[in-house]
């Protein structure tokens, strides 16, 4: 997801809530962030962050992740990945998974079929180099899909994932409006977020509150599902 050029489309597509299951984001993840135990649980959600990792805003969110006991899959993009490593790793070693968000975040349906596997392929490879495992979960940028972006992601055992919720973080919104947002989950569905803003970290405590309240725990996002699901 990204800037303001691209605002009107991604208002129509934050009103997607499909997940379409194009194949089987890494599921191996290092210590978990304290997470409550399977029996407080009544349901699963899943926290989403794209376009990370970075410098000025990868380490703060995984503090702030840790502190309040929440696991994330985080849609990186290739590129960052590439330039960034170690946070791949410290993103794994924090308990979080790790999925595909393209290599330089473009409208991959405007894309040829080479061009599109170029870019999945690269982030593939940039993560499993960051020492984040292989993906197996796709988001591709702004939610925009077609047949042959599918096709290209199972050729990798992908599954792609949009969003049941969109935090709307990347429009600016404050640190309320994304709590609110936050608190329209349900059990299964899954919330679009963003590395980088700083309102997002900060709504972080009470959206692990609000979860709590209501018998949810953060989890992962099942490859055969493509569902929130108790983590593995």
């Not at 380490?59 to 330039?83: H, K």
């Not at 077609?146 to 969109?166: C, E, F, P, R």
Request: proline residues 6%; contains cysteine; positive net charge.
């Amino acid at each position: 997801m990204r800037t303001r050029a691209d605002l009107s489309s991604r208002s129509r597509l934050a009103r997607l809530a499909a997940v379409t299951a194009v194949g089987a984001c890494s599921l191996a993840a290092g210590p978990a962030a304290s997470a409550r135990p399977a029996a407080a649980c009544g349901g699963y959600v899943a926290l989403t962050f794209d376009d990370g990792p970075s410098a000025a805003g990868t380490p703060a969110l995984l503090d702030v992740l840790r502190r309040n006991g929440l696991r994330a899959t985080m849609f990186n993009e290739g590129q960052y990945a590439a330039a960034n490593p170690s946070l791949v790793s410290a993103q794994v070693a924090a308990g979080m998974w790790v999925g595909n968000h393209s290599y330089t975040h473009p409208h991959l349906t405007q894309l040829s079929q080479a061009q599109i596997d170029s870019e999945i392929a690269r982030t593939q490879q940039a993560v499993a180099a960051g020492g984040g495992g292989t993906p197996r979960l796709f988001r591709p940028p702004y939610g925009e899909t077609n047949a042959t972006v599918q096709s290209v992601a199972a050729k990798y055992g992908l599954t792609q994932i949009i969003w049941d919720i969109d935090s709307q973080d990347w429009n600016g919104a404050s640190a309320d409006a994304i709590v609110q947002a936050a608190a329209r989950l349900t059990n299964g569905q899954i919330i679009l977020m963003h590395d980088w803003p700083a309102n997002t970290r900060a709504a972080i405590p009470r959206i692990a509150q609000g979860l709590a309240a209501r018998g949810l725990c953060a989890g992962m996002i099942s490859p055969q599902t493509g569902r929130a699901v108790a983590p593995a």
